[in-house]
């Protein structure tokens, strides 16, 4: 049995999200901010330094999420796929249609051309055995 998980768990999830918090709460602290004269003159420095750092911060954490995805569990006769958001589907290696190569990089597409994971030889140690393993159950290869 093979998983195929595209990034593990990481720790800067949950560092951006305290950093996205705080600047979250200080650029509304700073754009409230108009009973004090004297820090009217840096309103909109801090404005685009709590900003940039909020959308920035923000940006960063859809992207960890998003590589976070899914996760493939290739079994003798079928595979299960997890996806973030969803009940787990079961597919047969019927379902796919080829696996793409591009250097280290690979990328499962299923019967109607959609992507269904990319992995690469990076996150995962033994992802030229995945590749040889779906070889195996009929699956072609592109490179």
């Known amino acids: 049995m093979y998983t195929i998980q595209t990034q593990k768990g990481s720790n800067l999830t949950l560092l951006l999200a305290i950093i996205m918090l705080l600047a979250g709460s200080r650029f509304f602290s700073a754009l409230f901010m108009t009973s004090q004269e004297e820090a009217v003159a840096y309103l909109p420095l801090l404005l685009v330094l709590y900003g940039t750092l909020l959308f920035g911060s923000l ?9 976070r995805k899914h996760k493939l569990i290739l079994h003798e006769n079928s595979m299960t796929y997890m996806p973030l958001f969803g009940a787990p589907k079961l597919l047969s290696y019927h379902d796919l249609q080829k696996v793409s190569i591009g250097g280290k ?16 030889d990076f996150h995962m140690e033994n992802a030229r055995e995945v590749v040889a ?9 592109e490179i």
């Not at 940006?59 to 590589?67: D, G, P, Y």
């Not at 393993?133 to 290869?141: D, I, N």
Request: aromatic share 14%.
């Open 105 to 120: 990089m690979y990328i499962i597409y299923t019967r109607n051309g959609k992507k269904l994971v990319t992995f690469s």
């Open 133 to 141: 393993f779906l070889k195996a159950k009929g699956v072609r290869t």
């Open 59 to 67: 940006f960063l954490l859809i992207r960890l999420v998003k590589t």
